[in-house]
T-cell receptor
Framework: GNSVTQMEGPVTLSEEAFLTINCTYT??????LFWYVQYPGEGLQLLLKATKADDKGSNKGFEATYRKETTSFHLEKGSVQVSDSAVYFC?????????????FGKGTHLIIQP | NAGVTQTPKFQVLKTGQSMTLQCAQDMNHEYMSWYRQDPGMGLRLIHYSVGAGITDQGEVPNGYNVSRSTTEDFPLRLLSAAPSQTSVYFC??????????FGSGTQLSVL
């Protein structure tokens, strides 16, 4: 079956540091890949997505590239801010948007210190 | 701008009690789904619906029932609550091949 593995947290960084959160997946066929973010007390919000190999998703300074050869979708940001503190989830779906169900990783708690 | 609305936000049940978690969306989305979020487990799909009158099971459906009589509403029913169902529950909606919109969650404790 499908599965997503992402690095365990919490990850603690200083403001303006470079961020990488690793994500690898196992799936049949050609899934779409997503990063969702959850701020304290809120539901999840889509951060970025990629629907085919070599696509790069980007939003709010975050980027991730769909690497089929390494089955990875690592999240990166060049300079993090305190406001980026949240839980980040990597996910995959069989369909373009995931409307029929997403498979999530366990989440990575990111803490940015001023 | 209501989006996806879940009620209640918090609930405490005793083992064996029944209850319904409500979910409503005002975006005319055909797809709706329920997830549970447990510490160290991420989110897992319970049930989903691709339109009114159509539902299907997700990864962890046991102990939960759903129905979809209208496009707007997708309630999740616990017929006989168990401590293993203590979790945070999220409802989501979307159009086909578009991003999911999540509600703010229901925190459920079963004693």
């Amino acid at each position: 079956g499908n599965s997503v593995t992402q690095m365990e947290g919490p990850v603690t960084l200083s403001e303006e540091a470079f961020l990488t959160i690793n994500c690898t997946y196992t799936a049949t066929g050609y899934p779409s890949l997503f990063w969702y973010v959850q701020y304290p007390g809120e539901g999840l919000q889509l951060l970025l997505k990629a629907t085919k190999a070599d696509d790069k998703g980007s939003n709010k300074g975050f980027e991730a590239t769909y690497r089929k050869e390494t089955t990875s979708f690592h999240l990166e940001k060049g300079s993090v801010q305190v406001s980026d503190s949240a839980v980040y989830f990597c996910a995959l779906s069989r369909s373009g948007g995931g409307a029929d169900g997403l498979t999530f990783g366990k989440g990575t708690h990111l803490i940015i210190q001023p | 701008n209501a989006g996806v609305t879940q009620t209640p936000k918090f609930q405490v049940l005793k083992t064996g009690q029944s209850m319904t978690l409500q979910c409503a969306q005002d975006m005319n989305h055909e797809y709706m789904s329920w997830y549970r979020q447990d510490p160290g487990m991420g989110l897992r799909l319970i049930h989903y619906s691709v339109g009114a009158g159509i539902t299907d099971q997700g990864e962890v459906p046991n102990g939960y029932n759903v129905s979809r009589s209208t496009t707007e509403d997708f309630p999740l029913r616990l017929l006989s609550a168990a401590p293993s169902q203590t979790s945070v529950y999220f409802c989501a909606s979307s159009r086909a091949n578009e991003k999911l919109f999540f509600g703010s969650g229901t925190q459920l404790s079963v004693l």
